[in-house]
């Protein structure tokens, strides 16, 4: 037989286990959660790099300037489809970058991306905006964010990354 007070307080250790369980499952589900919001909230901007990219290196330069918001029926008012030519055809300095390279730093600024290619890290780079508003491509006007920030998924991209350390100044 069992006594009056043997189950006194089960009930209690129970609803205090679930408890416990349903906070750390509700905690784990918010961290998982924000690493995927913060691991690919840039992808988009990242992706039009990318087919930029590898419009250029297919040398369809008519896709890779309608990536640039021009085409050559209506070509852009200070940068014509020749010109755009001129600076991505397979001797340019641009292309020098583009050739072999890859996406191997990029940021977000004010109302864009900043995606900085490079076939080796640092030398011979072009530095690309998209406008996230619309997806356009185009130069970076800078190849870092001027806006003070935190900074610490730079950081750890650096330290964990394949990225180098920025040159000391």
Do not use: H
């Amino acid at each position: 037989m069992s006594s009056y007070l043997e189950g006194y307080g089960a009930a209690d250790v129970k609803r205090e286990k679930l408890l416990k369980r349903l906070a750390l499952g509700f905690a784990g589900a918010i961290a998982i959660g924000l690493t995927l919001y913060f691991s690919f909230r840039d992808y988009r901007y990242e992706r039009q790099i990318r087919l930029f990219v590898e419009a250029v290196q297919r040398q369809d330069l008519k896709t890779a300037y309608t990536l640039w918001g021009c085409t050559v029926e209506t070509p852009c008012r200070d940068y014509s489809f020749e010109k755009f030519v001129e600076d991505w055809n397979p001797n340019s300095a641009n292309m020098k970058a583009i050739q072999g390279g890859k996406l191997y730093e990029s940021e977000r600024c004010g109302t864009g991306f900043i995606g900085v290619v490079s076939p080796n890290n640092g030398k011979d780079e072009v530095a690309l905006w998209v406008e996230r508003s619309t997806g356009i491509v185009g130069y970076a006007p800078y190849r870092e964010c001027p806006e003070p920030k935190l900074r610490i998924v730079k950081w750890l991209k650096m330290r964990f990354g394949n990225q180098p350390a920025p040159a000391l100044r």
